[in-house]
């Protein structure tokens, strides 16, 4: 994105696109933590279920990833 901007062009659709697939990939890597914990993941005394829900927190509440997509297909002029 900073090279996009030292060219003089715009970098909205690439901005646009991190947020989601940072949020996702941070959801899938702890979903796959708590597997890989046996369960543990689960229990509110670790930290692995703060992390879990907030993981997943982030892609589902307004303004996050099903924002962005729409944010890229107008920017696409879908």
Known sequence: MGWLRMQGESAAVESALVKPYLSECRAQSNLGRAA???????????????????????????????????VVSRLLGL
């Open 36 to 70: 890989n914990s046996r369960g543990y993941g689960y229990v509110a005394e670790f930290q692995g279920q703060r992390d879990l829900r907030g993981a997943i927190e982030g892609t589902i509440y307004p303004g996050t990833s099903d924002t962005q997509r729409v």
